[in-house]
């Protein structure tokens, strides 16, 4: 029969200093081997190491119900026997594999990728860094594109006027080649307002675009000007003219005279008010279209034969001391010839 609990009474009359005790039978100490069974019977086993074997993962009740534990745990990679492993041992390869599907790479680059993410953190910095020095020499070694460079409205304006004053000045000794572009650089020079700047020209970039656009420029206006000496004496032909000849222009059945033809010439640039009829000009403009009638209105070396007329005149009269003046006669006797030609008219007064 089991003992009665204290009353109050006897709980008071207690000494202080003495904590109650229950009056209930101590239950006599187990073995660890029983108390391991019978946690086993109840279901219940103790993991905790005691405080005896702190230095144990396993219980000394768990070593005693599974006697192989020492081959089991070690044939385990347990997280908790080696932390820094595990922390090492991160698999990161589906990760990779998503960074790599949202970045679009390559087959060649995901698996650079993946074998970089295997690295040590010493060796990535190390990759990293050398990486951003290789993109930096890249870099370094790329040229730049060219910035265009774009005339000014000023220059663009004077170079069209100086071109056509270039190309009507009677005394020009070619009309291909550096000549013509010398002297329309001579002429943009020589007026301020053309904005043809010291820094303009110093500038190799800059002046180059200006000698690009005179040359361009001269080439168009000795198109312009050769297809105006055409007109002057030829008209196109009509179906029913040409028949079965393959000639495609006809002779005007009235050639424009001499002031005629210089005053479609000075049609075609109406920027430049330099360029004045008189008889020099009228003169060189015959001489252009009588070469242009011995070679005919199709020949594309045009103006390297009126270049080449021009050389052998001078060179007729090299050795003579009054040779400026045999040449200046030379041209009034074309002159005359065109009028004889092609009409007769009162020729402008000299100033």
């Not at 252009?288 to 594309?300: A, H, K, S, Y």
Request: hydrophobic share 35%; net charge positive; aromatic share 8%.
């Amino acid at each position: 029969m089991a003992a009665l609990p204290l009353t109050l009474e006897q709980l008071r009359d207690l000494p202080c200093s003495s904590p109650p005790r229950s009056p209930v039978t101590q239950t006599p100490q187990r073995s660890p081997a029983s108390a391991a069974a019978a946690q086993a019977a109840e279901g219940r086993y103790d993991y905790t190491p005691a405080a005896s074997d702190a230095s144990s993962h396993v219980s000394t009740n768990f070593r005693q119900l599974f006697p192989n534990s020492d081959d089991f745990s070690s044939s385990i990679d347990s997280p908790f026997r080696n932390p820094r492993k595990r922390a090492g041992a991160v698999d990161i390869s589906q990760y990779v594999d998503a960074i790599a599907r949202e970045k679009k790479l390559k087959v060649a680059d995901h698996a650079s990728l993946t074998k970089f993410s295997k690295r040590s953190d010493d060796e990535k910095n190390i990759l990293i860094y050398a990486s951003v020095l290789e993109i930096q020499q890249q870099l370094s070694a790329l040229t730049p594109p060219d910035v265009i460079y774009t005339l000014p409205k000023a220059l663009e304006h004077y170079i069209g006027g100086a071109i056509f004053n270039a190309l009507m000045n009677p005394t020009i000794v070619s009309y291909v080649g550096n000549t013509a572009v010398n002297a329309v650089i001579e002429y943009l020079e020589a007026n301020p307002n053309s904005g043809f700047t010291p820094e303009i020209k110093n500038n190799k970039k800059s002046y180059d675009t200006v000698l690009k656009r005179v040359r361009d420029k001269l080439s168009d206006r000795r198109y312009d000007i050769k297809r105006t000496l055409e007109k002057s004496l030829y008209e196109p032909r009509t179906p029913k003219q040409r028949g079965n000849d393959d000639q495609s222009l006809i002779q005007r059945l009235k050639v424009l005279n001499i002031i005629e033809l210089g005053e479609s010439l000075l049609r075609i640039e109406k920027r430049c008010s330099e360029v004045r009829l008189n008889v020099q000009l009228l003169a060189r403009v015959a001489f252009l279209r009588q070469v242009f009638i011995e070679t005919g209105p199709n020949n594309p070396n045009y103006w390297e034969i009126v270049d080449s007329q021009l050389e052998e005149t001078r060179s007729s009269y090299a050795d003579d001391p009054k040779a400026a003046k045999k040449i200046s006669k030379f041209f009034v006797r074309v002159l005359q010839a065109d009028q004889a030609a092609y009409g007769n008219v009162d020729l402008p007064a000299e100033p």
